[in-house]
């Protein structure tokens, strides 16, 4: 089949796409978003598992995945099929927590390694039975740790096929869903298990339209059949996938037996698995027919990268569009902010209060410094209110956007007073140091004495209390002359602007810090395009 005769350049192209999938990330709760992260693990688990080993090594065995519901009796299966007990069979659920993949010896080699299900560590069963303590503990129970994949073999088995019994497709364990899932997605064939009660849930549903929608090669086991009721259940079996598109697939049926519970020996006698058993080697054996089975699921996979890419690219960019409407908003409230402090400089907010009172009592019952602190403080409590104002804005929108929820950092005002705190009492050390600039200046030019406290205080009364403090400017002028009082008024006008623009936007970086973090760009969206488009190019 064309599909395995694989070009350099096919394969550059797969594994560039491979990456620009790696890097897509969507962690604000968007509508879909949970759909577009379960697709993209989907599509890793594909890639990396399946489709470039595949395409790497045609010539690998076939591998076929029993996968199915709780209680399916996937386990028995595959011990039938061996013709020994290799995995676990019985009424405790989940059973099946650590998957097992049996494979001829001869073929052993292929799967030592990580060239499929690459995340998986590899464990392997000493002789006489016992088991791996890196993987059980002494009640033969996986243990918590990394994900592994026990490698059996069985000269029994044909030459070119493996089987891998999976975790349950519905287990009550979030693990070993996920791992069944990644499973399926490394398989050449899905063999799907279900049960004579179970063959109308939801849940192997879901997985057939799945089958249907990549084109995979596809089995059914239809198990646990009363003899009383085989014909009337098969039938209406495949009525059910002939509506579903599926007529074609090749469906088996295994009787009800003793060795069908879970109590059992956990092998079915060879007459009951003989048809699948059949299919399987002939389609591993077979040379047409296994090229056939492989070349199928590839190229299935492949083609409905057209669909779902996309997706992934929509998602993608509904990411980035929230994250921009979030920093627009938090943009916008913070300039509110900054010229919302500016407008009450300019009014004199500042001057008020106990400013005011040192203000009136200069120089006789109030210092030049208690008129600077109180200054100082009457800054840090404009800059605190619009801050607040600004965090009660975004915390109102954040109510009707769920993105604001993962997206910004959630109001912290005794931190934000401690911020700006910091940044006014820079603000009054540098204008401090203005003051201390020009009296040396005066000094030396006109010599005499100029108190370098008494300007910084009537240059912060200039700059911060509009109207109510003209007499500050009148006063700097009589001390430093007018040019120089014009000068320090600029410095110490663009000092105080850039205390309060700093001071802002600090609070603005602050709560756009989670989203920073995220690093969502467009680049995800117009990089998996390219990259689809690079691959479609290419086959």
Not at 35 to 57: F, G, H, K, M, T
Not at 152 to 176: C, F, M, Q
Not at 379 to 404: C, M, N, V
Not at 489 to 511: I, K, N, Q, Y
């Amino acid at each position: 089949m064309a599909i395995l005769d694989v070009r350099p350049r096919l394969l550059d192209a797969l594994t560039s796409l491979r990456d620009r999938v790696d890097a897509a990330r969507f962690p604000l709760p968007l509508p879909g978003a949970d759909r577009a992260r379960r697709s993209r693990a989907e599509l890793l688990a594909q890639l990396d598992d399946y489709l470039v080993p595949r395409l790497r090594a045609p010539e690998a065995p076939l591998l076929a995945v029993i996968g199915g519901s709780t209680g399916a009796g996937k386990s028995t299966l595959v011990n039938s099929l061996v013709g020994r007990r290799v995995t676990e069979a019985g009424v405790l659920r989940p059973t099946t927590r650590t998957p097992v993949l049996v494979c001829h010896p001869d073929d052993h080699h292929w799967f030592t390694g990580q060239r499929v299900l690459p995340r998986l560590t590899r464990v392997w069963v000493p002789a006489q039975g016992e088991r791996a303590e890196s993987a059980y503990d002494e009640e033969g129970r996986a243990q918590e740790g990394p994900a592994a994949l026990r490698v059996e073999t069985d000269p029994g088995l044909a030459r070119g096929l493996a089987l891998l019994d999976a975790p349950d497709i519905d287990s009550l364990v979030a693990r070993n869903r996920d791992l069944a899932a990644e499973l399926i997605c490394a398989a050449d064939i899905w063999v799907l298990v279900t049960t004579a009660t179970r063959y109308g849930d939801a849940v192997p549903w879901h997985l057939l339209r799945t089958a249907k929608e990549y084109d995979v090669t596809l089995v059914t086991v239809l198990d646990r059949v009363p003899h009383q009721v085989a014909a009337e259940v098969s039938r209406q079996y495949a009525v059910l996938l002939t509506a579903a598109g599926l007529g074609d697939v090749p469906r088996f049926t295994i009787p009800e037996l003793p060795e069908s519970a879970g109590g059992g020996s956990g092998l079915l006698p060879a007459t009951a698995v003989a048809a699948l058993r059949s299919w399987l080697t002939q389609h591993a054996q077979d040379p047409y027919a296994r090229t056939v089975a492989a070349a199928r699921t590839a190229a299935g996979t492949l083609a409905s990268l057209r669909a779902r890419m996309p997706a992934l690219a929509g998602a993608a960019a509904a990411q980035h569009a929230a994250a921009v409407r979030l920093v627009q908003q938090v943009e916008g409230a913070y300039g509110e902010a900054v010229e919302r402090v500016r407008r009450e400089i300019a009014q004199g907010a500042a001057l008020a209060g106990g400013a005011l009172t040192h203000w009136h009592g200069l120089p006789r019952d109030s210092t030049p410094d208690e008129l600077l602190t109180a200054l100082t403080d009457s800054l840090a409590t404009l800059l605190r209110g619009a801050a607040a104002t600004a965090d009660e804005q975004i915390a109102e929108a954040g109510k009707r956007d769920p993105a604001a929820r993962a997206g910004l950092a959630p109001c912290d005002t005794h931190g934000a007073a401690e911020r700006i705190g910091v940044a006014v009492r820079h603000w009054r050390r540098c204008a401090e140091e203005l003051a201390e600039e020009e009296a040396r200046a005066r000094i030396a030019e006109y010599g005499g004495s100029c108190a370098p406290e008494e300007i910084a205080a009537l240059l912060a009364a200039a700059l911060l209390g509009g109207r109510r403090a003209r007499k500050a400017g009148e006063k700097l002028a009589e001390t430093l002359g007018a040019h120089a009082a014009l000068r320090l008024g600029d410095r110490g006008g663009r000092l105080l602007d850039g205390c309060v623009t700093r001071a802002m936007r600090a609070e603005r970086d602050r709560s756009l810090a989670p989203l920073d973090a995220l690093d969502m760009t467009p680049e995800h969206q117009v990089e998996l395009i390219a990259a689809l488009s690079v691959l479609q190019k290419e086959r």
